[in-house]
């Protein structure tokens, strides 16, 4: 992350995959974030972020860490919130509390570092979204 940094580069964190070990936890997850933020490096986030909230998949059994969960993090991080407070954001799995959150929580404010995720798939993201009552369907 220092070499990165000092290049004035972007870090991309893997997020997923299609083995179990590709998925890193919540604490590998949101340490990587506090990592980036501590150096004021931009990132984004690549593989299994294609709903907005964390998920077990029905096919894999995988638990998905979702992209709501890291820009809530991200915004908490960057305003001084602990590690082990991040770690409960990127973990939480309830909807209500996860979409309760995002509410409160000013996410524009994560962009500047949160730059981007990849996805499969441009409509399972919006799908999720809209889902969470957070998007209003067209």
Do not use: Y
């Not at 960057?78 to 509390?97: K, M, N």
């Not at 404010?109 to 957070?134: D, K």
């Amino acid at each position: 992350a220092d070499e990165v940094a000092a290049a004035e580069l972007r870090l991309k964190f893997r997020t997923g995959g299609t083995e179990a070990d590709a998925f890193p936890s919540a604490r590998q997850v949101a340490g990587w974030v506090d990592a980036a933020l501590d150096r004021e490096t931009p990132f984004k986030c690549t593989a299994g972020l294609h709903r907005a909230l964390r998920h077990r998949d029905p096919d894999t059994g995988f638990e998905h860490h979702g992209f709501l969960n890291l820009m809530v993090a991200t915004v908490q991080l960057f305003d001084g919130g602990s590690l082990d407070d991040a770690v409960a954001v990127v973990d939480e799995a309830d909807p209500a509390r996860m979409i309760g959150a995002a509410i409160d929580t000013e996410l524009w404010r994560a962009r500047r570092w949160f730059t981007s995720f990849g996805s499969c798939s441009v409509t399972e993201p919006l799908e999720s979204l809209i889902a969470t009552g957070l998007l209003e369907d067209l």
